[in-house]
């Protein structure tokens, strides 16, 4: 079977300007891929792990049963691995399937999402306040209303998360109380 140099060429080249385009972020993750070493690799899924291990310092737990694989080490690592041959993904779609592995992939700090909730709740309750001086429709006020209490029960707290966080209601006065008491 001849090979076509050209699209081999042309494969280098993309696969070179996505590594370039995808920075990896720092430290070490662990990420679920499928488990499946290339058709062209001679030798069991222990092999493909130990070679796998040796070439890219990753660690890969396979589970036969389910046909997937745990990828351990450092996102770079797991990020070359990842766009190498060796895995065998010829459009990846890294942003989509493994955002942890990018620098440019921020988790949020849990106090830190809390804090920024309360502070759009309280510009959601001064929007409100505007618009209900404004003279707007009853009916919309109402909306607003209703939205603001499903976004905080259920959405962000739940009724006792609420009231021990001391949430206001939308007048800005009142607190939310546990209605499962």
Same mark, same amino acid.
């Given at each position: 079977?001849?090979?076509?140099?050209?699209?081999?060429? $042309?494969?280098?080249?993309? /696969?070179?300007?996505?590594?370039?385009?995808?920075?990896?972020?720092?430290?070490?993750?662990?990420?679920?891929?499928?488990?499946?070493?290339? +058709?062209? =690799?001679? %030798? +069991?899924?222990?092999?493909? &792990?130990?070679?796998?291990? *040796?070439?890219?310092?990753?660690?890969?737990?396979?589970?036969? $049963?389910?046909?997937?694989?745990?990828?351990?080490?450092?996102?770079? !690592?797991?990020?070359?691995?990842?766009?190498?041959?060796?895995?065998?993904? $010829?459009?990846? +779609?890294?942003?989509? @399937?493994?955002?942890?592995?990018?620098?440019?992939?921020?988790?949020?700090?849990?106090?830190? !999402?809390?804090?920024?909730?309360?502070?759009?709740?309280?510009?959601?309750?001064?929007?409100?306040?505007?618009? *209900? /001086?404004?003279?707007?429709?009853? $009916? =919309?006020?109402?909306?607003?209303?209703? @939205?603001? +209490?499903?976004?905080?029960? %259920? %959405?962000?707290?739940? &009724?006792?998360?609420?009231?021990?966080?001391?949430?206001?209601?939308?007048?800005?006065?009142? /607190?939310?109380? !546990?209605? !499962?008491?």
């Amino acid at each position: 079977m001849p090979v076509n140099i050209t699209a081999a060429l $042309r494969d280098m080249r993309l /696969k070179r300007e996505l590594e370039e385009a995808l920075k990896a972020g720092k430290g070490k993750v662990s990420v679920i891929v499928k488990s499946e070493p290339p +058709d062209d =690799f001679r %030798g +069991d899924e222990k092999a493909y &792990s130990k070679a796998m291990k *040796k070439l890219y310092k990753i660690t890969i737990k396979s589970n036969p $049963r389910t046909g997937i694989s745990q990828v351990s080490g450092e996102k770079s !690592n797991i990020l070359k691995y990842l766009l190498s041959y060796d895995y065998g993904i $010829r459009d990846p +779609d890294i942003e989509k @399937f493994w955002p942890e592995l990018l620098e440019s992939y921020e988790e949020l700090d849990e106090k830190w !999402n809390e804090n920024l909730s309360k502070a759009g709740l309280a510009e959601y309750r001064i929007a409100y306040k505007t618009l *209900k /001086k404004s003279g707007i429709d009853k $009916r =919309f006020v109402k909306q607003m209303e209703k @939205f603001y +209490d499903d976004l905080v029960i %259920g %959405g962000m707290y739940s &009724s006792r998360a609420a009231e021990d966080a001391g949430i206001l209601k939308i007048d800005g006065k009142t /607190k939310y109380k !546990n209605a !499962n008491w």
